[in-house]
């Protein structure tokens, strides 16, 4: 099927837009009709996720290219019970400076409507209403922009496009002394360093938290050294033990997060130092080499642990865990395969999900593992590293209950700190509690509730400081003395995502993608593309698990199984087709999908995940 006959045969109305409220429209209620005359692009997005936060930064530079032609409408359809609350959605927008538009769905009903499988999702619908393309996952630029470019002229020349400004409207944002911060650390003289993530700088306190002492950054969004430096959104922050400061020449190690940088910090005079990575999000490739020619992908925390000898990096953009050498200036993978999961062993094969908390434990490397709501560890095993949970049983259970651990529940917890006695508190973000693990007994209970998005914390003269992110400041909730309590009416709650409904026996997965205008798959060194499966459990598939150069793959599920998850990871290179260009600007897309499934008889066969383009079959 040629792509002109496909695009015909899958020219389908863009369903109604339902939600509960508009964002950045002024109070003003939108239809799709609204829309009439522009090219719609819906970016179907969770606020928890990574990948939807990747997608975001994305589309800047597409947005102002085609301001004229381009309204891009964010569909927010949470995945966890906080990002539903209309509240934090709004901070949510605030927090990722999201300047366009954004329909609340909290029910799921547009997600369902336009059949997404995946945070994030793309579709672009054209000017009369149609569904012209549809991407799941990051690294779409090139495409849409491909698609945007034939889409204006088809309108233009057919009198369908109308150019102008778009219904978005800037809400206000009030002043307060930090905003949206991260991480918080304890300096050698007692004073707290903050990293101040929507304000783009780091912030020193005194002691007691409320008095700033002095701000490093100008508070503007960018990547520059020294006594001026700039940070876009930084979060974690670790501090080197002396002897390798006094190496290196610099003190504090920062987690620069929308950069893909780690910084360094020279307390003496405040002056910041490039340390890792290039500013480009690392997609596909090594993970290992030089610090600064190494790609890093949304560092989310940083912390030094001797046992591994150098800084362990919470590598929130792709499930692993970095390592990064000061004195010797390299970095290198340290846990995790970039499959998104919960799966312990041998580091090299272990399965995370946006890890964004780290915690020096000793012997142990303590972890909040955010996406499956975990509490995990990591310790020296067998001649090298292992990692473990204590809490935590997948990408899509969560809740707030107390007691022994297999039956505890977090809700997308973003930090960790280790107590005076041994136990761990955690950040329980979107529960707005803090909660404390014993290893000793294996028990979890509660310190505190009502913390506004607690982020991350650290322990001062053996008090709990705890950064309340959602409420912009520095908070202590556990007074000297308050012993950890049992929760009342504790829940246990799932993702409203529905699961995916697929036959029993034998079924086909096929990952639909289609390059982009102007583009082929690149087939010059080898297959241009690779797919990799996996499951949970690892019994629900009998064959079809492993990696292959197949879109395509035929899976054989166990009998006995009515629900799983299946992980799939797709990847697919394209370049220019234009015979005549010497040296043609080629693009890799990747997509990692984590799809629960219902099986029963009477499903389909056929399970299509759109990675970019449209299902021909559909």
């Not at 000017?127 to 630029?141: F, I, M, S």
């Not at 002492?213 to 050294?225: L, P, W």
């Not at 908390?357 to 990591?378: I, K, Q």
């Not at 990799?532 to 459990?537: K, V, Y």
């Amino acid at each position: 099927m040629s792509a002109e006959q496909q695009k015909r045969r899958a020219r389908v109305r863009a369903p109604e837009l339902v939600g509960r409220q508009w964002l950045n429209t002024g109070g003003k209620e939108l239809q799709l009709k609204d829309f009439r005359g522009k090219i719609l692009i819906l970016d179907f997005w969770t606020f928890c996720c990574i990948n939807c936060l990747h997608v975001l930064d994305e589309l800047r530079p597409l947005e102002a290219e085609f301001a004229d032609e381009v309204v891009t409408v964010g569909v927010h359809s949470p995945k966890f019970e906080h990002e539903a609350d209309p509240d934090a959605l709004i901070g949510a927008v605030e927090r990722y400076a999201v300047h366009h538009p954004v329909l609340d769905d909290p029910e799921l009903t547009t997600w369902q409507n336009y059949a997404v499988k995946a945070w994030p999702t793309l579709v672009v619908v054209d000017p009369e209403g149609y569904v012209v393309h549809v991407a799941a996952g990051e690294g779409h630029v090139e495409a849409l922009r491909s698609v945007i470019t034939e889409v204006i002229a088809e309108h233009e020349a057919k009198g369908t496009l109308h150019r102008g400004d778009g219904p978005y409207v800037p809400p206000e944002a009030p002043a307060t002394t930090l905003r949206f911060p991260g991480k918080v650390i304890a300096l050698p003289g007692g004073n707290l360093l903050v990293s101040d993530s929507a304000n783009h700088l780091l912030a020193e306190f005194a002691a007691e938290g409320e008095t700033v002492v002095r701000r490093i950054g100008t508070g503007q969004r960018g990547r520059a050294d020294g006594a001026a430096a700039e940070f876009a959104e930084p979060a974690g922050l670790a501090l080197l033990p002396r002897r390798v400061a006094e190496q290196v020449g610099y003190d504090v190690v920062v987690a620069d997060t929308v950069n893909h940088l780690l910084r360094g910090v020279r307390l003496a005079d405040g002056q910041v130092t490039t340390l890792a990575g290039t500013g480009e999000q690392w997609r596909d490739g090594s993970d290992s080499g030089p610090a600064l020619e190494t790609p890093l992908t949304s560092p989310w925390d940083v912390v030094w642990w001797e046992p591994a000898g150098g800084v362990v990096i919470a590598m929130a953009g792709n499930h692993t865990l970095g390592l990064f050498d000061p004195v010797a200036g390299e970095v290198r993978r340290f846990a995790g395969t970039t499959v998104e999961g919960l799966r312990d062993g041998a580091a090299d094969e272990a399965f995370f999900a946006q890890t964004s908390g780290l915690a020096d434990g000793g012997d142990r490397l303590w972890l909040a593992d955010s996406e499956t709501s975990a509490l995990r560890w990591v310790e020296a095993a067998d001649g090298g590293f292992a990692v473990r949970t204590a809490v935590g049983t997948g990408l899509f259970d969560f809740g707030h209950a107390d007691g022994l651990a297999d039956k505890a529940l977090f809700q997308h917890p973003l930090g960790v700190a280790v107590l005076p006695d041994g136990s761990v508190a955690v950040c329980d973000t979107y529960n707005g509690a803090v909660r404390r693990y014993e290893p000793a007994t294996g028990e979890v209970s509660t310190l505190a509730t009502d913390v506004a998005e607690p982020s991350g914390a650290t322990v001062v003269d053996g008090e709990l400081v705890v950064v309340a992110s959602a409420a912009h400041r520095l908070e202590r909730p556990v007074p000297p003395g308050v012993a950890a309590r049992l929760v009342e009416g504790a829940s246990s709650q799932q993702v409203k995502r529905p699961a995916t409904e697929i036959g029993s026996g034998t079924v086909e997965l096929a990952v639909v993608f289609t390059p982009p205008p102007g583009t082929k798959l690149d087939e010059r060194y080898g297959p241009s593309t690779r797919l990799e499966i996996t499951s949970s459990p690892a019994e629900l598939l009998v064959e079809g698990a492993g990696v292959g150069t197949d879109l395509t793959r035929r899976l054989v599920l166990a009998d006995g199984i009515e629900q799983g998850v299946l992980h799939v990871v797709a990847q697919a290179a394209s370049c220019d087709e234009d015979p005549s260009v010497e040296h043609p600007a080629c693009r890799l897309t990747r997509q990692d999908w984590g799809v629960p499934i219902k099986i029963t008889a009477a499903g389909p066969k056929r399970l299509p995940l759109v990675m970019g383009g449209l299902d021909a079959e559909a």
